[in-house]
């Protein structure tokens, strides 16, 4: 059974996401801006995608920049959190 | 035609703020934060190039603190409105602008204490008069960091350590120096700094902005205004999380795609070199003035203390009458009267008359220094 490819990270806001975006390229972490994936939320914003590899070095990168960031998911399975006031709907 | 109102507006701006403003209007135009599509992620990138471009100038670390407005003026009815409470007392200078002045009247009448500490017949502040002025229930201070009628500088890393020993926010209006002078906010001790992006920045109208200091609790500080931001739309209530807590209803993102070329502009020449600049046109200035028979110039009378705002008065002739004559004889644009400051007009005895201003910025040049002075001896000499 072939597992996803990719992580999606949420982000409060748009501004978040550009700002995620930054920090990540910056920390050398290639990732891509997409609209939020209907399975996951019913969001009409934007969130990151990152490879499932780069999942650890993303938190990471976000982390010490104090990113804000929601939740990660790999699409299909249960989301995980960073504990912050994370929503699934 | 000369143009010496920067200290209201810059004129003219690099041409690179409208091409930016052109192209976001002819090429982007989406609403930022209010869909996934690419115009609208367009839209995102412009308004965070304009907050990084801020964040870069003051030295703020983190990008998502510099909250967005229409102005300087909302800025700071945002910190003032949205941090004093009835019985909170705050501490200000006689050299505000009205709006400072003006929310703290307004505060004061809802049961906030105000203090103005007097400055000196020069707009000199003395900080330790600052400190002498705190008690029990000071919660902030609140200064601008030059006059925007004389130009004169203002203590503000001192009043800033003042303010951290004393364990109180510390708001600068820094509506005259924000790309003219440098400013670290961090380093100066400044917690909530109020900024306008249409004139030493360069930028258009209706651009400008709160930068939110570490200290300052987002929770405390109440928005002017909820509505739309385009994130966590599945709720009623306002989100707690910075810049969207501020920043609702679609903004003028034209208007910061401007702001952000500006900023780089600045950047670009240099912000200690456009003061260097400032600092040869309005020494030169000063002195041209001082030598003028009849000509009274107010201020410190040192460029290097002040911005490139000198204000005047002919003997025997109304402010207003010399700027009208300046204009129509001349060419040569400035502003005259009270400037918005009543205060300030007080504090160096020219209320309610008011002065000549003349607000010189990085476009102008000596040779427009030099006609100006020539255009004043000429209507002095005609005023006697």
């Known amino acids: 059974m072939s597992g996803p490819s990719y992580i999606v990270i949420l982000m409060p806001s748009t501004s978040h996401a550009i700002h995620a975006e930054a920090v990540l390229k910056a920390a050398g972490i290639p990732c891509k801006m997409i609209p939020v994936p209907r399975q996951i939320s019913s969001d009409c914003g934007v969130c990151i995608r990152v490879a499932r590899e780069h999942r650890e070095p993303a938190r990471a990168a976000l982390d010490a920049a104090a990113v804000a960031w929601e939740g990660m998911h790999e699409v299909g399975d249960a989301p995980s959190t960073n504990g912050s006031d994370h929503i699934v709907l | ?384």
């Open chain 2, 1 to 384: 035609m000369i143009y010496f109102d920067n200290a209201a507006t810059t004129w003219p701006k690099p041409p690179e703020v409208s091409a930016a403003m052109v192209r976001f209007m002819e090429e982007v135009g989406g609403n930022p934060g209010r869909a996934g599509h690419r115009l609208a992620v367009g839209a995102g990138r412009a308004v965070y190039a304009a907050r990084q471009a801020i964040a870069n100038l003051f030295h703020v670390g983190d990008p998502m603190r510099v909250v967005f407005g229409a102005n300087v003026t909302e800025a700071l009815n945002l910190a003032l409105h949205g941090l004093l409470r009835p019985g909170d007392h705050v501490v200000t200078s006689s050299m505000e602008h009205n709006s400072v002045m003006r929310p703290l009247r307004a505060l004061e009448a809802q049961g906030v204490e105000v203090t103005v500490v007097a400055c000196s017949p020069e707009g000199m502040l003395d900080p330790t008069q600052v400190e002498a002025a705190i008690r029990e229930r000071t919660t902030m201070i609140v200064l601008n960091h030059a006059s925007n009628v004389v130009g004169t500088l203002l203590p503000v890393a001192e009043v800033g350590r003042i303010a951290r020993r004393h364990g109180l926010l510390f708001l600068v209006d820094a509506a005259q120096t924000a790309g003219a002078f440098p400013l670290d906010m961090e380093g100066a001790g400044i917690d909530l700094l109020a900024f306008t992006g249409h004139k030493s920045l360069y930028g258009p109208m209706g651009t400008g902005g709160l930068v939110i200091g570490r200290r300052v609790d987002a929770a405390r500080l109440r928005p002017l205004k909820q509505g739309g931001t385009g994130s966590r739309s599945e709720l009623e209530e306002q989100p707690a999380f910075l810049p969207d807590l501020y920043e609702s209803g679609t903004p003028n993102v034209v208007g910061l795609a401007g702001l952000a070329a500006g900023v780089g502009w600045v950047q670009r020449r240099g912000v200690e070199a456009i003061r260097d600049h400032e600092v040869l046109l309005t020494r030169r200035l000063i002195d041209g003035l001082l030598a003028i028979r009849g000509v009274r110039v107010y201020g410190g009378l040192v460029a290097e203390r002040q911005t490139a705002t000198v204000s005047f008065c002919i003997e025997g002739m109304a402010p207003d009458e010399v700027g009208l004559r300046l204009d129509e004889e001349y060419g040569i644009l400035c502003r005259v009267g009270l400037h918005c400051s009543p205060a300030a007009h007080r504090t160096i005895g020219t209320f309610p008359v008011g002065t000549v201003r003349f607000g010189l910025a990085a476009m102008n040049t000596i040779d427009e220094v030099d006609a100006a002075l020539a255009a004043v001896e000429r209507l002095a000499g005609g005023a006697h």
